[in-house]
């Protein structure tokens, strides 16, 4: 019978290597229950994988293997993954990996066609993907893709929330919805849109995610045993829903859960979508929701091919509707969905943790009660095998203190593993809390940095708050003025204040450089030339009885602009210029003539937009300071905020104003729209997140992470900073929930926060490789999780008792997938300036046109200085001319 390699053999005339031949030319040693994984091609596929278990090269050599040794084309693989960051590192694993097969082969491969990316990413690929999925129609184009940031701003939007109230019944009074939702869902009669929006969002996005339909369950609400609700508060919430989705009509746009949701109605319109692909395969399996179950199970009809990898364990995003039954439960989906069974293959070995810290999270799981009816049980059994059998203790606690003694205590053992060479950098002693935005967090940072150690730890307040980000927006404030913000509040009091601190700031690095006050003066008498210049040419529309919509005609007007009284040479030289001249007549001929408003801002808009006033900032020894202490001295942290910050910039001068404009200018309007409302936004939602997708934690700084953020990690040393997590029972949004979905519960909801919790904590003890820290507080008021007591008890170390001699040093680890480097975008920038590859390529800093000012400066200095240095040298060296020589 002809093989695959057969076929590739007449082909090339190359003998392609075995598999096994491939694993020892990569280095890679697959152990039994991997190899099976890795050579499973037809069938459902069901892995259960473990914390450091190598799912990961898993899933890079079952697609390579699919692809070279059983011909499945890249366009009939479907891959998704969690993130981007995780979709990149596998497309950058498969491209080195099926290079070396075209290197010993010469069978090139490509992975354009190939579906690899997160589960939005591919439905928005689906919804445009025509040729594949809708054959015998066009459809429109895709609407306008909202993130959570976006959904925000749009729900909060005075236009769009009256569309959603009024479909509740309340218009034309708008904010009765605001105290109607806040009465029902925050129990406060409060008149705050921003509690009433975040409070909307998630119920939002549930509904869309577990495919409910308003019109289905109006009739049904009387018959439903709802848990806190009544049947009108859930009318009252489908109404706004119904609202909701008329307003992103209204303005085609939608959202991450109705993109999926409009996905799944493409496939299920189209009889051939279980053909598409050949295989579909799905890492964290453990997070999907409704709606993408159904969509991985509709793509699969056809060939039954289905493989999904995750952990029940590290499933954590309940509160964003994924729903860990569908991991648990995908034997009997599958026979549901595909009346087949899966072949289950447990991936349980451990490579990344020593035995200790393995051990110690198998016992905590052990201590919470997962037992369902007769015998069954809500978690996937399981108990994972260590790789690195050191018998050394691993996992320590601080002496039992109150919390100040006991970070002290912490703090000082880290001072000590960083002064041994324990560990290569600050950075890889990674501190997990639950949460950030807690007193136990401020007193570990404030005992680290009473040791001399820098922290990182965005999270732990605002972003807005960190001095990078506030040296920055408090010139900008300095810059544009500060606007009138009406209303009232505790949220609003608290930004007067940040406003007011941002001016002390701004006053402050003025007084220390004076050539960035000059610059200050000379953008804000750019901004009042605008104004005048507007003033100026507004007083001729006036006197000649002009209306700004009407054609801009030059033979009647353009005399006239030019010499408006008051008008400055920068605002006549605009209006007379000759491109203007020339575009009049090409406008006027394609049906398009320019409007005198047009003209009229064209001439009195800014050369600049914020992201090119940020690059020129950037140019001053304040900002220029940061990036030298980047790259000598290794302290990556403010770099590292900068960048976030250039995306906040460019989003707002993307969606927003990419123009500045004196109309804008004129009242203090475009102060209003950046200060007041969008920044004003990102205070109240705390905006602070940062992840990058090559170094998510700056060099020279010690990180401080919510469990959630850590997920997917690991680091050498973890120091988990609270061991406590209240159970509050269930969240509300699932006590609303719950009933109405079609689908017999899983999970009862007195039981159900219990779960997570033990999962969250689970995450956070099976990120550490050599040592894992608890902090133990004890005293008045002071308690942790009851899992954590046999563990505190029996099975762990006191710092002061551990010899740090048996600790292993963090030397720097072999990547688990190869990375692949454009010869564009990496090498040529990194030769052109290595100081653009850190910012740009390192950083992610969102690019403008002003950033070649900032790089030109620095590298004119650079040469101003050697200038100096030249005529020093030949001043010292230069004898007296000769006579001769004269």
Not at 426 to 443: D, G
Not at 490 to 497: M, P
Request: charged residues 25%; proline residues 6%.
């Amino acid at each position: 019978m002809s093989t695959f390699r057969d076929h590739l053999l007449a082909i090339t005339g190359r003998e392609l290597p075995t598999i096994e031949q491939l694993w020892e030319m990569t280095g890679f040693s697959p152990n039994d229950a991997q190899r099976q994984a890795i050579l499973h091609v037809e069938g459902p596929l069901y892995l259960t994988a473990g914390p450091g278990s190598g799912k990961t090269r898993v899933l890079l050599w079952r697609t390579l293997n699919l692809m070279v040794y059983h011909g499945v084309k890249a366009e009939q693989i479907f891959l998704s993954t969690f993130t981007e960051k995780a979709a990149k590192q596998l497309g950058d694993g498969l491209r080195s990996l099926l290079g070396l097969v075209t290197n010993l082969t010469g069978q090139p491969y490509d992975l354009a066609g190939m579906y690899l990316g997160t589960v939005h990413s591919l439905c928005q690929r689906i919804l445009s993907d025509r040729r594949r999925f809708s054959p015998n129609r066009q459809r429109p184009r895709p609407p306008t893709l909202l993130d959570d940031l976006g959904q925000y701003f749009h729900l909060y939007d005075s236009q769009n929330w009256e569309i959603v109230a009024s479909a509740a019944g309340l218009r034309p009074e708008p904010e009765e919805a605001v105290q109607a939702v806040n009465r029902l869902l925050n129990d406060a009669d409060s008149g705050s849109r921003h509690r009433a929006v975040e409070a909307l969002r998630p119920i939002f996005n549930r509904f869309s995610e577990e495919l409910l339909d308003p019109a289905d369950l109006r009739p049904r609400l009387n018959s439903l045993q709802l848990d806190g609700f009544t049947p009108q508060n859930v009318d009252f919430l489908l109404a706004l829903y119904e609202g909701y989705r008329h307003s992103l009509q209204h303005t085609r746009q939608t959202d991450f859960a109705l993109l999926q949701r409009e996905a799944f109605q493409v496939l299920q319109e189209f009889e051939s979508a279980g053909a598409v692909f050949r295989h579909v395969i799905v890492d964290e399996y453990q997070d999907t929701n409704t709606i993408q179950e159904r969509i991985f199970f509709r793509l699969a009809s056809g060939t039954g091919n289905l493989c999904v990898v995750g952990d029940d364990d590290q499933a954590l995003y309940r509160f964003r509707g994924a729903t860990v039954e569908n991991f648990v439960q995908f034997p009997a989906r599958c026979q549901t969905y595909l009346a087949q069974t899966p072949r289950t293959i447990a991936l349980d070995i451990n490579y990344r943790s020593r035995a200790h810290i393995v051990q110690t999270y198998n016992r905590f799981m052990a201590q919470t009660d997962w037992r369902a009816a007769e015998g069954t049980t809500f978690r996937v059994p399981k108990t994972i095998i260590p790789h690195r059998a050191d018998p050394s203790p691993a996992v320590l606690s601080s002496a039992p203190a109150a919390p100040e003694d006991a970070c002290r205590e912490i703090a000082r053992f880290v001072r000590r593993l960083i002064d041994e060479g324990k560990v290569e950098n600050p950075n890889q002693i990674a501190f997990l809390y639950p949460s950030l935005k807690s007193e136990q967090t401020r007193r570990m940072i404030a005992a680290l940095e009473a040791e001399g150690l820098l922290v990182y730890a965005p999270r732990a307040g605002r972003f807005l708050e960190v001095d990078e980000a506030r040296d920055v927006l408090g010139l900008f404030l300095a810059i544009f003025g500060r606007p009138r913000i009406e209303g009232m509040g505790h949220d609003l009091e608290a930004y007067q204040i940040y406003l007011t601190r941002l001016n002390e700031r701004a006053r402050e690095l003025q007084e220390t450089d004076p050539l960035l006050k000059q610059f200050v003066d000379d953008r804000r008498a750019e901004i009042q030339r605008a104004l005048d210049d507007y003033k100026a040419l507004q007083n001729v529309l006036t006197h000649n009885r002009w209306r700004p919509e009407q054609p801009y005609d030059p033979a009647a007007m353009k005399r006239a602009l030019a010499a408006a009284p008051g008008l400055s040479e920068t605002g006549r030289r605009l209006v007379s210029s000759v491109y203007l001249d020339r575009l009049v007549p090409l406008r006027a001929r394609e049906g398009r003539p320019l409007s005198l408003e047009y003209v009229i801002r064209r001439a009195t808009s800014l050369d600049w937009n914020l992201l090119d006033l940020f690059y020129q900032l950037m140019g001053f020894e304040h900002f220029k300071a940061m990036f030298d202490r980047a790259e000598r001295n290794g302290d990556e942290g403010a770099v590292a905020n900068l960048g976030l910050l250039t995306q906040y910039l460019a989003r707002f001068v993307q969606e927003r104003v990419n123009v500045i404009t004196a109309a804008l200018l004129n009242d203090h309007k475009f102060s209003g729209m950046f200060f007041g409302s969008y920044l004003f936004a990102l205070f109240r939602l705390e905006e602070s997140e940062r992840e990058d997708e090559e170094n998510p934690f700056p060099r020279g700084r010690i990180p401080f992470l919510t469990i959630h953020q850590a997920k997917g990690l690991e680091f050498p040393v973890v120091v988990l900073g609270n061991l406590d997590k209240r159970d509050r029972g269930a969240p509300r949004i699932e006590r609303l929930v719950r009933p109405l979905l079609p689908r017999p519960a899983s999970e009862p909801l007195e039981r159900m926060t219990a779960f997570d919790i033990a999962r969250m904590f689970y995450v956070a003890l099976s990120r550490a490789q050599n040592l894992l820290i608890l902090a133990h507080f004890s005293g008045r008021g002071q308690r942790h999780h009851s899992a954590f007591t046999p563990l505190l008890n029996e099975h762990v170390t006191r710092l002061a008792d551990f010899d740090l001699a048996t600790l292993p040093p963090a030397a720097a680890r072999d990547e688990t997938l190869p990375r692949v480097y454009s010869f564009t975008a990496d090498y040529l920038l990194y030769q052109k300036c290595p100081r653009q590859y850190m910012i740009f390529r390192k950083f992610g800093f969102v690019p403008s046109r002003s950033q070649t000012m900032l790089f030109g400066s620095l590298v004119h200095r650079t040469l101003e200085d050697l200038h100096h240095e030249l005529i020093r040298r030949r001043a010292a060296t230069a004898s007296p001319p000769k006579k001769d020589d004269r």
